[in-house]
């Protein structure tokens, strides 16, 4: 069941109340100059999933993110981000995903519009969370100590 909200100039909004699920989906988009959409879908349960998407942005440069926040365990179990940029035949993004462990990045660029050609390209790199980051860095420390202490102990017997 889909139940619309007024519309003022330039929005589009609705409410939406699917008859086979428990939830609730809420959309808007306001559209002008610049523009804006959001929309979110709440699970109607004791522990719902939330899940917000949204993006702004004006001519050429966009800004959005999707996140999903399970409630039962209290934890946030998608967060993607993204910045996009579009002008003059050229396309280009930079996305962040699965919580900030990979990180997109590309480009489409239209050479000739006469001869239909374009380049492009697509990169992704894995990253660590910090947590990883931060134990890998502690073990490479206790390694550095432990080896300071052997130099200084072969040092001390050498004398």
Do not use: W
């Not at 966009?62 to 365990?73: M, R």
């Not at 996305?95 to 590309?106: E, H």
């Not at 006469?114 to 490479?140: C, H, M, P, W």
Request: hydrophobic share 40%.
């Amino acid at each position: 069941m889909v139940v619309p909200i007024p519309k003022k100039t330039g929005n589009l909004s609705k409410v939406n109340l699917p008859a086979s699920t428990s939830s609730l989906a809420l959309e808007f988009l306001f559209l002008l100059c610049s523009f804006f959409g959001c929309s979110t879908n709440v699970g109607l349960t004791a522990n719902p999933i939330v899940n917000f998407s949204g993006v702004v942005g004006i001519n050429a440069l966009a800004i959005g993110a999707d996140v999903l926040f399970n409630t039962k365990p209290g934890e946030l179990t998608k967060l993607n981000d993204g910045v996009n940029f579009t002008k003059d035949g050229l396309v280009a993004s930079l996305t962040v995903n699965d919580r900030g462990n990979a990180l997109n990045a590309a480009y489409f660029h239209v050479v000739s519009p006469l001869s239909s050609t374009a380049i492009g390209k697509r990169n992704s790199v894995q990253t660590y969370k910090l947590q990883d980051f931060l134990s890998r860095l502690e073990e490479e420390q206790l390694k550095m100590d432990a080896f300071k202490r052997e130099l200084s102990s072969l040092h001390a017997t050498s004398h």
